[in-house]
């Protein structure tokens, strides 16, 4: 069983910066794919940014682009979010997800493609 656990949430002040860190308890962690998602309270979790099992090839939401960025450690089993300038909207709970089923595309965007999650890790921002 793969497990998925977040950190480095919190109560920041737009403008700031937040580095999530996802530990990922699996000794095949460089066959996962990798992702984040966010959810805000009323609204469906919704797709932040994905990486490729060797950390390659990322995509991110256009909201986030030029401001977040995905990387991951494959020698120590974890996976980042780093977020810079954020904003009110960027609100949520942040979860990390896992999945090792091939992708054509190099990484996967939707949750359904994803079997392993995280319990999440809150961000707020405050105006």
């Known amino acids: 069983q793969v497990q998925l656990v977040e950190s480095g949430g919190g109560l920041v002040q737009a403008g700031d910066s937040l580095r999530l860190s996802c530990a990922v308890s699996t000794y095949y962690f460089s066959s996962y794919y990798m992702g984040w998602f966010r959810q805000a309270p009323g609204k469906e979790r919704e797709f932040v940014a994905a990486i490729s099992r060797s950390g390659g090839s990322t995509d991110s939401v256009g909201s986030v682009k030029g401001r977040f960025t995905i990387s991951r450690d494959n020698a120590k089993n974890m996976v980042y979010l780093q977020m810079n300038s954020l904003k009110p909207e960027d609100t949520a709970v942040y979860y990390c997800?896992?999945?090792?089923?091939?992708?054509?595309?190099?990484?996967?965007?939707?949750?359904?493609?994803?079997?392993?999650w995280g319990q999440g890790t809150q961000v707020t921002v405050s105006s």
């Open positions: 997800a896992a999945d090792r089923k091939y992708s054509g595309s190099g990484y996967k965007t939707r949750p359904s493609e994803y079997d392993y």
